[in-house]
């Protein structure tokens, strides 16, 4: 445990050297599209792996283990890929709502509702899910109501899916306003899916140097 602590402390220290450099990191001559960088489409192909996805929660909340960020970002994209929604975009939006699973708003950590389902704010907590799992098909069900027209594969666990204007919000762009109040929102997650580009950039440079 201390040796893989330190390994990823050290992981850390790099990358944190990376991102100071390069706010955020743009390799010279790259031209960016949603095919090489990361896509704002919320129905797509999420381009992280698990690792990186986990790597990312547990940098920024040390507090929660990496087996435990490992699970969460391997139900995330298994949730995703049943229903084709991008799990970049949930899983960044996942880290957007509960502040990396450090929670301090109307949502509490047992609820296990990680994208603020019925908290409209004044300490309502909003929804309630027996387990992780649970919450996180609920979110991805959320996601696709909002981003498509087409059924959901899995049986709804989400009880405001039947409220959303299908389809009304294909990208991030579109979810102020529908998803959240705050005019910004788009601005934020899009930081977050900077940020997991640039963990995906560190561990492919670091695969490439291993060679």
């Known amino acids: 445990m201390k ?6 402390i050290t992981i850390g220290m790099a990358f944190m050297m990376i991102a100071i450099a390069n706010p955020p990191f743009r390799p ?14 919320i129905m ?3 381009k992280s792996e698990v690792n990186h996805l986990a790597s990312m929660l547990q940098f920024y909340n040390p507090q929660i283990g990496y087996n435990k960020a490992h699970e969460m970002a391997k139900m995330y994209v298994e949730e995703s890929n049943h229903e084709g929604v991008n799990h970049d975009i949930a899983f960044c939006q996942m880290i957007l709502e509960t502040g990396f699973l450090k929670y301090g708003g109307d949502v509490q950590r047992h609820q296990n ?9 004044n300490r309502e907590p909003g929804e309630y899910f027996p387990d992780v799992r649970t919450g996180i098909r609920a979110h991805i069900q959320h ?3 909002y981003a498509s027209t087409e059924d959901i594969t899995k049986q709804s666990v989400d009880r405001r899916f039947r409220f959303v204007k299908r389809g009304s919000a294909t990208t991030i762009y579109a979810l102020p306003g529908k998803w959240a109040s705050d005019p910004l929102y788009d601005q934020k997650l899009e930081s977050l899916l900077e940020r997991l580009f640039q963990f995906r950039h560190f561990y492919a440079s670091r695969e490439l140097a291993s060679e």
Do not use: R, W
Not at 3 to 8: R, T
Not at 33 to 40: A, G, H, I, K, Q
Not at 113 to 121: D, E, R, S, V
């Open 113 to 121: 509702n990680f994208c603020g389902l019925g908290a409209t704010g």
């Open 28 to 41: 010279g001559g790259m031209s960016f599209t949603s095919n090489n960088y990361y896509s704002v489409f």
């Open 143 to 145: 996601l696709k109501a």
């Open 3 to 8: 040796l893989q602590k330190f390994i990823f």
């Open 44 to 46: 797509d192909q999420g």
